[in-house]
């Protein structure tokens, strides 16, 4: 890891977005919008220290890592990025990346592309083409701006920390962008490709683009003696596991097929087979990781999960909390927006004579377009 640090301006007002609470901790697919661009830093490794500047700590409800440091902003953007680059002085940086938490689409790909350019540049700002015809305004007169010749800038924006900090310590008016230091005293800025998807949210509207997905999952396995016993990622002290192929674990095994379900990508048995020796015995968390993977990378995101574990023994109520924090877990997902009830069948069936244990789950998906 090189000496790269990452700032994230997240202490403006919001004005333009009308809300109450500043859009930075707005929920925008599951999390606070600043966390977004948080977890994506945190993720790359790329970075020694993260610097969060924000004006309300209150509003941080969750613990990150000791590299996640937390500090107070200025009134105004170019303040708040002065004060982020005045802390980070002490530790030395060679190269810092100012970023605005309203961009929360941004991919780990662009990070490395910036930080990659770094070598042989002192500025390096992503760009994208514009879509749509820009006008501007002389002495109330109309006149085209050639769309070939322009371009809109993004965040995160790369530099060699030394150099921006010397122009950013000089610098007396407000500033846009930091990539603006350099083009007003003349100094050479690498514009590199942008991502179409890493727009700026300012409106409301920015973040309502969304489609609703829901899937049904179920599954049932017998209990047998001898076998240890899984419900939802953890070990259950029971005298009987599952029979099945994997770990029999029928929580996440229904979970699975309610997301592939969701996402219309057929079922469990299309992505683990039971015919398949390197799935004997397979922790089922094991077949959980893929198929977040295949949720992440197709643009979903999960609202809430409803699960009914169907069986007469063990009693759910003694082991939700720990099954909830596992599915938290291993789904990334806030605890609040998981259910799960425990039902019995009144002695009714396999499952009444407690010889199987049963599970079905209702997901519901939103996907951002």
């Known amino acids: 890891m ?17 809300s109450v609470k500043p859009k930075q901790f707005i929920k925008y697919k599951n999390k606070a919008l600043f966390e977004h661009s948080l977890e994506k830093a945190l993720n790359s490794k790329l970075f020694k220290k993260i610097i ?21 902003g200025g009134k105004e953007r ?21 970023h605005d938490a309203a961009r929360p689409n941004f991919t780990i790909k662009l990070l490395n592309n910036l930080i990659n350019s770094l070598k042989k540049d002192k500025a390096v700002v992503p760009v994208i083409n514009s879509r ?19 371009f809109l800038t993004q965040t995160p924006q790369a530099f060699r920390f030394n150099d921006l900090y010397k122009l950013s310590i000089s610098q007396k008016t407000k500033i846009q ?4 230091l350099f083009i007003e005293n ?7 490709k942008g991502e179409n998807l890493n727009t700026k949210i300012t409106f409301k509207e920015d973040i309502i683009n969304t489609k609703t997905y ?55 048995g299309t992505f683990f087979p039971d015919n398949k020796r390197k799935f004997k015995n397979i922790r089922s968390p094991k077949m959980l990781k ?46 609040d927006l998981i259910n799960l009830k425990g039902k019995t069948v009144e002695k009714l069936g396999l499952i009444g004579k407690e010889k199987a244990i049963a599970c079905e789950v209702i997901v519901s998906l939103n996907k951002h377009d």
């Open 132 to 150: 749509d015809s820009i006008k501007y305004n002389v002495k109330n007169q109309l006149f085209n701006l050639k769309r070939k010749n322009s």
């Open 52 to 72: 969060l500047v924000i004006n309300d700590k209150k509003q941080i409800k969750n613990k990150y890592p000791k590299n996640v440091i937390i500090i107070k």
């Open 78 to 98: 170019s303040d708040s990025s002065l004060i982020g680059l005045r802390y980070i002085k002490k530790f030395k940086p060679n190269n810092v990346l100012i």
């Open 290 to 335: 893929p198929i977040i993977e295949i949720l992440n990378k197709n643009n979903f995101y999960i609202n809430n999960l409803d699960i009914n574990l169907i069986c007469e023994q063990p009693k759910v109520s003694k082991y939700r909390d720990k099954i909830l924090k596992s599915l938290s877990h291993l789904l990334n997902l806030d605890k």
């Open 2 to 18: 090189m000496n790269n640090y990452f700032i994230i301006l997240a202490s403006g007002q919001s004005k333009r977005f009308n």
């Open 214 to 268: 829901f899937g049904i999952g179920f599954d049932i396995h017998r209990l047998i003696k001898n076998k240890k016993l899984y419900l939802g990622g953890i070990k259950i002290p029971f005298h009987s596991g599952l029979k099945g192929h994997s770990d029999g674990d029928v929580i996440l095994h229904a979970i699975i097929d309610a997301l592939l379900g969701a996402m219309r990508k057929k079922d469990i």
């Open 186 to 192: 003349n100094l050479k800025v690498k514009f590199i």
């Open 177 to 180: 962008d930091e990539a603006t």
